[in-house]
């Protein structure tokens, strides 16, 4: 019966649901109904008087099981061996999902969670956010009508069972290898992936766009953006609600709200708790019929008397919601959405329900559909760890337990850590700031040995930039520890609050260079080029680990200007480390000769040093002197290194992994400046090629940038004599 999907413990709670005539049925119990819910009802009522935040959960939980038309509970297979899928085995397309029953896309779901244990097991990848929204998934593809209808996916890595039900389940095999499918949307990848997503926050925006798009061309589609697992902190998806509430145009938001308000990459304790006031906002959120009655009320006047009658309706709306909504009045509502909810994401009879009543509105105007759900639902070690099972390697699927390669040395964030560390022993005035990173930025053992000098503002990049440089002008030294790729989105406040202001923020960019099976979204290509270009930046790159402790050091010293180091993903090469993780201050600007040549220079900026070294090995096997140098700093450049390698050699290569603009750049500029190519000298610039590289190994990703020592020597062997033997005796 349509009307039992809300027999829930969520939509009771929230009188004011419906809104609308069309939805009025949301509301309309049976006496036998209420009876046989009065728990849940009165559960309800509590949430109602303000104590949403200590009864929502046990609520959820406790009713679920009681429900009368539960069907019986399935044992999945996590067995390691290929599950059982019958109806998952009858789906190539969305289409195919129309005629199912509620069981069988109960059913269906729980096919789902056992194929993506099965697969992600075998190649890695993102798994807890995935599991959380196999019922959410179903009901969205058994509605609406994809392509047609636009479903906007964020953030991305919630993406796999709308992959597996969109025609690539064939490919999951291959997700985020090399020539494989990609681990978010991708709009090349399939017409059912509506918009790219590897970052966070970007949904209702693109959605926003869409909608407005098809008004403008007349068509009447539906545009879905699904939003949650910590991207409702970023200021992006705040901009797009304001922006929805004003244009009023038909627009479904559903928030999945898995109580990761922050990204799970958690402590050295276990998962992080949620960050920001947001967290708590969301566990009462409310809403007020009588309200919502007599604001659609006041509407009808303003239309029907037009003119000054618009602000004393506003007035009158502002007044109203004080005395109707109180404290409850929720957020969502004041930004102009209409709000419906919570409703709960594993039950897929409320999820179709809802999403028919919403479709069926001939004009809802912009709508945010609260949806509860469990990050790492179905899978024991996924629900009991969501942070560790979030990103994984392979792993046991009857354990879950991962299979980490082990290695003789740290990854370059953690080196990272541990030299922070070792300077704020030292500095109380040192503070670490990340956003919604701090398993991946390394600053979760920062935070464990300084937990009042830790700061993680969410997913917010822009808000911690000028946040950090609040600090700075407080006379605090904050190391703002930021992925390359998302640094891109504070850009504006690098340039803005810090660098014109002088402020002495630091700036760990990690995961810089090519990334590997993340691909393009995640990619740190352009870091050097818009850092560099910023006038009072120093701009720094290790060539090894202990390298990277000198300039965790450096930055420290620092503090007339703003600094940033970046370093990639990956472990360290086995150098040696200082004692007690401590490193010492550089010379601002100064490089260093690695290796003593004649004919060839080549001058490396970062890790790609290591390659540039072999190059020379295999350039002293074909009888050929090469000097090897490491730049240390693309900004201030060493002008002593570079007129030395340009007037003792006759070839100079320089080496990044970055893109077009940046050390090579302003290499050029130094070179064109002063005369050095005027003469005879043989220049070649070499970094990642002007074009996106898709994910795979980042061996495989190296190879294609023609960025592998192979592809250095064969450079210098191209300029010189006789390059065709020698050439050939390289490939060989």
Request: proline content about 5%.
């Amino acid at each position: 019966m349509a009307a039992s999907v809300l027999r829930t413990s969520f939509l009771p709670m929230l009188p004011s649901q419906d809104g609308y005539n069309s939805i009025s049925s949301m509301n309309n119990f049976t006496a036998d109904h209420h009876k046989a819910h009065r728990k849940s009802r009165a559960a309800a009522a509590k949430l109602e008087t303000g104590n949403a935040s200590k009864d929502r959960n046990a609520m959820v939980k406790r009713e679920q099981p009681t429900r009368q038309n539960e069907h019986v509970k399935r044992y999945l297979n996590f067995s390691g061996e290929k599950p059982f899928t019958p109806i998952l085995d009858t789906i190539n397309h969305p289409v195919h999902m129309k005629n199912l029953s509620i069981e069988e896309l109960g059913k269906l779901a729980d096919e789902l969670r056992e194929e993506l244990v099965y697969t992600v097991s075998k190649t890695g990848g993102h798994l807890s956010s995935s599991l959380g929204v196999a019922e959410l998934t179903v009901a969205l593809h058994h509605v609406f009508n994809t392509p047609e209808d636009k479903i906007i996916w964020d953030v991305g890595h919630q993406a796999y069972p709308h992959k597996i039900l969109t025609g690539r389940r064939s490919r999951m095999h291959t997700i985020r290898q090399t020539c494989g499918i990609a681990g978010f949307p991708k709009r090349e990848e399939s017409i059912h992936d509506a918009f790219g997503a590897g970052h966070s926050s970007t949904s209702i925006s693109a959605g926003l766009g869409m909608a407005v798009g098809r008004d403008l061309l007349g068509k009447n589609n539906h545009v879905i953006s699904v939003i949650g697992d910590g991207a409702m902190t970023a200021g992006m998806a705040y901009e797009a609600m304001n922006n929805a509430g004003y244009l009023d145009t038909n627009l479904i938001i559903i928030l999945n709200d898995n109580e990761q308000v922050s990204l799970p990459t958690a402590t050295v304790d276990g998962p992080a708790p949620p960050v920001g006031a947001l967290s708590k906002a969301l566990t009462k959120p409310n809403s007020s019929r009588e309200f919502r009655q007599l604001r659609e009320a006041a509407k009808g006047i303003t239309k029907q008397i037009g003119g000054t009658t618009h602000e004393i309706a506003a007035k009158f709306e502002s007044c109203v919601r004080g005395m109707v909504g109180g404290s409850g009045a929720s957020l969502f509502e004041e930004l102009g959405l209409y709000y419906i909810g919570p409703v709960d994401g594993h039950n897929v009879e409320d999820l179709v329900y809802v999403l028919n009543e919403i479709k069926a509105m001939p004009a809802p105007g912009p709508v945010l559909i609260h949806v509860i759900t469990e990050k790492g639902k179905g899978y024991a070690p996924a629900e009991i760890a969501p942070d560790k099972m979030h990103g994984v390697v392979k792993f046991d699927p009857k354990s879950g337990k991962q299979m980490k390669s082990k290695s003789e040395t740290l990854s370059y964030t953690q080196y990272f850590a541990e030299s922070l560390i070792a300077e704020a022993k030292q500095d109380d005035k040192i503070v670490g700031i990340h956003a919604a990173m701090g398993g991946g930025t390394g600053l979760n053992l920062f935070q464990k040995r300084f937990p009042d000098r830790c700061f993680d503002v969410g997913i917010a990049e822009q808000h911690a930039v000028t946040f950090a440089a609040g600090l700075a002008s407080e006379g605090l030294k904050p190391f703002c520890a930021i992925y390359s790729s998302f640094l891109q989105r504070g850009f504006d406040q690098v340039a803005h609050d810090v660098d014109l202001q002088k402020l002495p923020v630091r700036f760990a960019i990690d995961r810089a260079g090519l990334v590997g099976a993340d691909g393009p979204t995640h990619c740190g290509a352009f870091d050097t080029t818009f850092m560099a270009c910023l006038p009072n930046m120093v701009v720094m790159a290790p060539s090894n680990e202990t390298e990277l402790m000198h300039m965790v050091a450096t930055a420290a010293a620092i503090d007339d200007r703003p600094s940033c180091f970046r370093y990639p993903r990956g472990n360290g090469i086995g150098s040696i480390i200082p004692p007690n993780n401590k490193g010492t201050p550089l010379e601002i600007g100064k490089g260093r000769v690695l290796r003593e040549g004649s004919r060839v220079a080549i001058l490396g900026y970062g890790t790609i040093v290591q390659s540039c070294m072999k190059a020379a090995e295999l350039l002293e096997m074909l009888g050929i002197s090469a000097t090897v140098a490491d730049a240390r700093f693309s900004k201030p450049i060493d002008g002593d290194l570079l007129r030395q390698l340009a007037q003792e050699h006759e070839i100079l290569i320089t080496a990044e992994e970055g893109s077009i603009g940046g050390f090579s750049t302003h290499v050029s500029h130094f070179l064109g400046l002063n005369g050095l190519l005027d003469g005879k000298l043989k220049w070649r610039p070499m970094m990642l090629p002007d074009r996106y590289i898709d994910h795979g190994s980042q061996n495989d990703q190296m190879e294609e940038a023609g960025l592998s020592s192979n592809h250095i020597a064969g450079t210098a062997l191209s300029l010189l004599e006789k390059r065709w033997e020698g050439l050939h005796r390289l490939t060989l």
